[in-house]
């Protein structure tokens, strides 16, 4: 919180998965628009980077190598700042954590929905122990 003043801020989308990213379907590495505008919000810019990078991990090998792909596409556009590459990582954890508490929450107020709603928990879980152990390995090799 207390480098969160540091951070430039601008309008984010707040949602970017694969289910509100359009690409080209003649160039699938290209994103051609964007839909769902309910979570936009006005906050720091690397929260958008943040969410992106915790739904672009899924299904991926090295989670983290995807999270570097991902960075490099956005690198073009908007070059990050040192402060907001120090909190991408927390940011990460955080969006992957309300992933799992959001959908947990609304499965026990739904309980009727609540295979619906709790689907991908495991999947989400997953990666945020691939994540510790990445995480751990680089600062306990020190």
């Given at each position: 919180?207390?480098?969160?003043a540091a951070l430039?801020?601008?309008?984010?989308?707040n949602?970017f998965?694969?289910?509100n990213?359009?690409?080209?379907?003649?160039?699938?590495?290209?994103?051609?628009?964007?839909?769902?505008?309910?979570?936009m919000?006005?906050?720091?810019?690397i929260f958008d980077v943040?969410?992106?990078?915790?739904?672009?991990?899924e299904?991926?090998?090295?989670?983290?190598?995807?999270i570097?792909?991902?960075?490099?596409g956005?690198?073009?556009p908007?070059?990050?700042?040192?402060q907001?590459?120090?909190?991408l990582?927390?940011?990460i954890?955080?969006?992957?954590?309300v992933?799992?508490v959001?959908?947990?929450w609304?499965?026990?107020l739904?309980p009727d929905?609540?295979?619906?709603?709790?689907?991908k928990n495991?999947?989400?879980r997953?990666?945020?122990?691939r994540?510790?152990?990445v995480?751990?390995?680089?600062?306990t090799?020190?």
């Amino acid at each position: 919180m207390p480098k969160r003043a540091a951070l430039p801020v601008q309008v984010v989308h707040n949602d970017f998965n694969s289910e509100n990213i359009l690409v080209d379907p003649h160039n699938p590495n290209r994103v051609s628009g964007i839909i769902d505008f309910g979570d936009m919000v006005r906050a720091p810019r690397i929260f958008d980077v943040a969410v992106c990078a915790s739904y672009m991990m899924e299904g991926e090998e090295v989670p983290v190598e995807a999270i570097f792909h991902m960075l490099e596409g956005y690198a073009g556009p908007a070059n990050l700042r040192a402060q907001e590459i120090d909190v991408l990582y927390p940011c990460i954890i955080t969006r992957l954590a309300v992933r799992l508490v959001i959908p947990t929450w609304r499965a026990r107020l739904f309980p009727d929905q609540a295979d619906r709603l709790l689907h991908k928990n495991d999947l989400v879980r997953g990666l945020l122990a691939r994540l510790n152990d990445v995480f751990q390995t680089a600062f306990t090799d020190r």
